[in-house]
């Protein structure tokens, strides 16, 4: 015997983040157009167990939002580009994380390359095999055996 589900109505709307709790991935939205602003709402990530990936929202971050049909309570489904913020890169096969301060990560799947730009090092704690040259625009340094 099949049982039919309850259908809620939901909203699909943007707004821009006006709250977060980083410590419980939570924030608020507000959406200027009616004054409202939400609950606290769930945000959305790539995993949560096991391998999991951690993305704290900027306030002012324009966000697209699935709401119940109270129109308070729901999740933030992730960014938006808009006029303000623009992609940092373009392409089919480009994977990139670009930070605040500009350091970045770029992987590019139609050549195989992956840039890194790291303006306070990098640490890397185990062994290291290079097959192919390493090329350095500056001193190399042996240290510590």
Sequence with gaps: MRTKAKTEKVLLRTGRISEIDADKALVRV???????TTGWLQTLHHGTTGNSY??????NELVAVMLQSDG???FVLGSVYSGDDTPTESGTKIVSVVFENGD???????TGAMELKASGGVTITGDVTVTGSIAASLDVTAGPT
């Design 72 to 74: 308070v309570y729901g």
């Design 54 to 59: 951690f993305h704290t929202y900027k306030t």
């Design 30 to 36: 507000s959406f200027g157009e009616d004054g409202v």
């Design 104 to 110: 970045k990560v770029v992987y590019n799947g139609t």
